[in-house]
T-cell receptor, first 111, second 116 residues
Framework: QKEVEQDPGPLSVPEGAIVSLNCTYS??????FMWYRQYSRKGPELLMY????GNKEDGRFTAQVDKSSKYISLFIRDSQPSDSATYLC???????????FGGGTRLMVKP | NAGVMQNPRHLVRRRGQEARLRCSPM?????VYWYRQLPEEGLKFMVY????????ESGMPKERFSAEFPKEGPSILRIQQVVRGDSAAYFC??????????????FGEGSWLTVV
């Protein structure tokens, strides 16, 4: 079983839709969770960083962690074509020095 | 992520040649990480370095790959005798500190290695 699993997509939505991106992880000891956005031929860009369970909101983006079910979500409200990218969830080990990434979900927002 | 500088952005090497990838971390960051992204695969951890020290190289292939982060200058990822399977995007990342609390890791734009 992979440590972090993510549906590869692609996920295609119309502009303005609410997008839900999800990951599951296997090790309940993990406490720090991140979402990165990666455009084609670019480096991953940090979007959200959350600790433990709960929600964190930043503009149109909301990150949610459910530690009881080992489930991580990223919601994008009012999606825009510029949101079209690959979204990577990542967990960081408790030593804080290694990220384990999911395989990424490719999102396409159609105008 | 503009603060982590990688070069070259694109590199073409023939089989058997050496590839050297350079990374300058964000200003003030002393922790450097290298990740590899193979075509159609996710990002995989390779190595974690601090100045003059390799802290964790559990993701590095046992042969042909080495990394350093000298006291002065950029971090270098070196691949000797490249093979076609080394063709990938190599990303460098840096952070201000290590440790879970508030440790944000920023990535560079990557170096795309093509072995022909």
């Amino acid at each position: 079983q992979k440590e972090v699993e993510q549906d590869p997509g692609p996920l295609s939505v119309p502009e303005g839709a609410i997008v839900s991106l999800n990951c599951t992880y296997s090790n309940s000891a993990f406490q720090y969770f991140m979402w990165y956005r990666q455009y084609s031929r670019k480096g991953p860009e940090l979007l959200m960083y959350t600790y433990s369970s709960g929600n964190k909101e930043d503009g149109r983006f909301t990150a949610q962690v459910d530690k009881s079910s080992k489930y991580i979500s990223l919601f994008i409200r009012d999606s825009q074509p510029s949101d079209s990218a690959t979204y990577l969830c990542a967990i960081i080990n408790n030593a804080g020095n290694m990220l384990t990434f999911g395989g990424g979900t490719r999102l396409m927002v159609k105008p | 992520n503009a603060g982590v500088m990688q070069n070259p952005r694109h590199l073409v090497r023939r089989r058997g040649q050496e590839a050297r990838l350079r990374c300058s971390p964000m200003k003030g960051h002393s922790h450097v990480y290298w990740y590899r992204q193979l075509p159609e695969e996710g990002l995989k951890f390779m190595v974690y370095l601090q100045k003059e020290n390799i802290i964790d190289e559990s993701g590095m292939p046992k042969e042909r790959f080495s990394a350093e982060f000298p006291k002065e200058g950029p971090s270098i990822l070196r691949i000797q005798q490249v093979v076609r399977g080394d063709s990938a995007a190599y990303f460098c990342a840096s952070s201000l500190s290590s440790g879970g609390t508030g440790n944000t890791i920023y990535f560079g734009e990557g170096s795309w290695l093509t072995v022909v």
